[in-house]
T-cell receptor, first 113, second 113 residues
Framework: QKEVEQNSGPLSVPEGAIASLNCTYS??????FFWYRQYSGKSPELIMF????GDKEDGRFTAQLNKASQYVSLLIRDSQPSDSATYLC?????????????FGGGTRVLVKP | DTAVSQTPKYLVTQMGNDKSIKCEQN?????MYWYKQDSKKFLKIMFS???????INETVPNRFSPKSPDKAHLNLHINSLELGDSAVYFC????????????FGPGTRLTVT
């Protein structure tokens, strides 16, 4: 089982709709959870982070965390063509040697006008 | 006023050569990282330095040697380059006070021929 799993997509979403992305993780010691957006040929860009169970909203983005079920999700409301990118879920697992982010394989999102 | 910068952006070289990639951050962060993103877009950590001390060293061939002259710089030297080393290498930085959110540089696309 991979440490962090995401559906690779592509997730095709009509413009204006809600895009829902899911991520599951295997280590119950995971404490911090991050969503990165990566446009083709560019570097990952941090868009959301969440540490506590529940929802966290930032503009059109909402991150949801459920530690008991070991999943974290990202909702993109009012999806725009500019949201078309690969979204990477990352999990921070504290280790004695230092913090390490483990990334999922990413979900490619395609917003169609 | 770039936050995390890398040089060079592109690197094309032949098998067997030795090359270096440089990274600098002006965010005042205390931890820096090297990641490798392969052709399948999977992002995997290679090394992490905290205050010039190596704290994470994943299973990476010893042809790869990181070096951190100070907190703001992290370089990656690769000896005897192989075809399989072709990838995009990202530098990132973070700080404990911001929950280990990592900020990425623009990447170095390495092509070994």
């Amino acid at each position: 089982q991979k440490e962090v799993e995401q559906n690779s997509g592509p997730l095709s979403v009509p413009e204006g709709a809600i895009a829902s992305l899911n991520c599951t993780y295997s280590d119950r010691g995971s404490q911090s959870f991050f969503w990165y957006r990566q446009y083709s040929g560019k570097s990952p860009e941090l868009i959301m982070f969440i540490y506590s169970n529940g929802d966290k909203e930032d503009g059109r983005f909402t991150a949801q965390l459920n530690k008991a079920s070991q999943y974290v999700s990202l909702l993109i409301r009012d999806s725009q063509p500019s949201d078309s990118a690969t979204y990477l879920c990352a999990v921070n697992i504290p280790r004695a040697a230092g913090n390490k982010l483990t990334f999922g394989g990413g979900t490619r999102v395609l917003v169609k006008p | 006023d770039t936050a995390v910068s890398q040089t060079p952006k592109y690197l094309v070289t032949q098998m067997g050569n030795d090359k270096s990639i440089k990274c600098e951050q002006n965010l005042g962060h205390d931890t820096m990282y090297w990641y490798k993103q392969d052709s399948k877009k999977f992002l995997k950590i290679m090394f992490s330095y905290n205050n010039k001390e190596l704290i994470i060293n994943e299973t990476v061939p010893n042809r790869f040697s990181p070096k951190s002259p100070d907190k703001a710089h992290l370089n990656l030297h690769i000896n005897s380059l192989e075809l399989g080393d072709s990838a995009v290498y990202f530098c990132a930085s973070s700080t404990r006070s911001r929950g280990y959110e990592q900020y990425f540089g623009p990447g170095t696309r390495l092509t070994v021929t």
